[in-house]
């Protein structure tokens, strides 16, 4: 592959040849020719890391953002789409959000998965639903870290609600059982995909099940939780552990650099001090944050306390790094009143490797790691004029031209209209009845 502009960091390296080995970026040369049969490409980035995903949330796009309400209105919506998915359907939702992905420059994604069991909370034989989306991964060429979500609780100390039945597993040691039959179970049939693991919340789960899970997961798996994206979850963590949130996850022994935490807007000082301390991931996914009212996370006080920072997609009610990285930028502007509060450089960073990171993967496009690059058109009506590292801030995912995952082109705007097509199709049709059925689809 060659490049005449690669974006990277605060540089931007001109007339570069990159060379691919098994998917991964083994050697560049910088000032040189682009050489026969190379893929020519104009100004690219490494590709975006999408560390927070809920697939199937796509379909309540465009459905709930004229009825106000808040998060908690908004998530009965959110289970009735739930509790109508089959994994057949399940499947193509996948398939179709991760296309959208691809289209849209995220080359990773960490899907944060609970909607394990049937509506009745009965198991599938073969873990189908987490099979499912391994296989919508497959078909977009997007890749993917599972994280397998604990769900065991309606709130702290209630038991499961009839809408939640198919999230949970009794308690965290049937879990953990779970999710090792799991791993051998992708590991023969999927070993592309990373397998991870989640925490769904405090709420979620008891402080005495995320210590169970934290001794009982190998610690070199990537481990995600929402943490205090409601004021009323930290209310109800007080009244019940007497602790933040936070506080909570540190007794447990949860802290540490593989533990992204995600949103973690509703924080006091001393959570911001023992998660930099601690060297998490802050997952802020400002698009979604910004549709739910949820509010503006501390995003510069947790970099200056340690963490690192990265986006995701959530909800999928917006699906574009660019603008979830745009959006991150706004919000500190808006909360303290000053521009540029993170540099390019920056976001480039947050948006790359530290989402990556997050999702227990090697940067994209450093030597060594996964051989995935972005490339943006840096001549459309929204970024003719823009400096590269400047792209960031004035182009969106309409401006990706291709999309590289393992050395292979996943996305081609010359090519892929009609494939887009037949995903929004598929979009549409799941979102009026989420149990269709697809046979008899094309």
């Known amino acids: 592959m060659w ?28 000032g040189v020719p682009a050489q026969d049969g190379d893929l020519v490409l104009a100004t690219v ?69 609970y909607v394990h069991h049937r509506a009745d909370g009965g198991p599938y034989p073969d873990h189908d639903m987490e099979v499912a989306l391994a296989n919508g991964a497959r078909a977009s060429g997007i890749r993917l870290t599972l994280l397998d979500t604990c769900y065991l609780t309606g709130a702290i100390g209630s038991d499961l609600s009839p809408e939640q039945r198919r999230f949970g597993d009794a308690d965290a040691e049937r879990w ?3 999710w090792f039959r799991l791993r051998n179970r992708l ?15 405090v709420r979620a789960v008891s402080a005495d099940a995320i210590a169970s899970i934290v001794r009982g997961l190998p610690t070199d798996v990537p481990l995600h939780i929402h943490l205090s994206e409601q004021p009323a979850e930290n209310e109800q963590s007080l009244a019940a552990y007497g602790r933040t949130p936070t506080k909570v996850l540190a007794d447990a022994g949860a802290l540490s650099s593989r533990l992204s935490v995600v949103h973690a807007t509703h924080l006091t000082d001393g959570d911001i001090t023992v998660l ?53 930028e706004a919000g500190e502007r808006l909360r303290s009143q000053t521009r540029g509060r993170f540099s ?5 960073e947050f948006g790359t490797r530290h989402g990556y990171a997050s999702l227990g993967l090697p940067s994209p496009g450093a030597l060594g790691g996964p051989f995935d690059f972005v490339e943006v058109d840096a001549a459309s009506i929204r970024t003719a004029g823009s400096t590269p590292p400047q792209l960031l801030l004035t182009g969106t995912g309409s401006d990706v031209i291709r999309t590289i995952v393992a050395g292979r082109v996943v996305y081609d705007r010359g090519r892929d209209g009609p494939r887009l097509a037949h995903a929004a199709v598929e979009l549409a049709r799941f979102a009026a009845d989420p149990a269709s059925r697809s046979e008899g689809a094309s």
């Open 45 to 113: 980035f490494p590709a975006f890391g999408n560390a927070h995903s809920h697939a199937f949330h796509r379909l309540l796009r465009g459905r709930t953002h004229a009825d106000g309400g808040t998060f908690w209105s908004w998530r009965d919506k959110m289970y009735a789409v739930a509790g109508a998915l089959t994994p057949d359907a399940f499947e193509r939702i996948a398939a179709a959000a991760f296309t959208e992905m691809v289209a849209s420059g995220w080359g990773a994604v960490g899907e944060f998965h």
């Open 344 to 348: 390019p450089q920056e976001l480039l």
């Open 187 to 201: 590991a023969a049939t999927h070993p592309e995909v990373l397998l991870g693991a989640a925490i769904h919340s």
């Open 3 to 30: 490049a005449d502009a690669l974006v990277r960091g605060a540089d931007t390296v001109r007339s570069v040849r990159l060379r691919n080995e098994a998917g991964v970026l083994v050697d560049e040369q910088v």
């Open 276 to 328: 930099g301390e601690a060297g998490v991931h802050a997952v802020f996914c400002p698009t979604t944050e910004a549709d739910l009212g949820d509010g503006i996370g501390p995003a510069t006080e947790l970099v200056a306390a340690g963490a690192r920072l990265a986006v995701g997609s959530d909800q999928n009610a917006v699906v574009d790094p660019l603008l979830e990285l745009r959006g991150l």
């Open 176 to 178: 953990l059982e779970r």
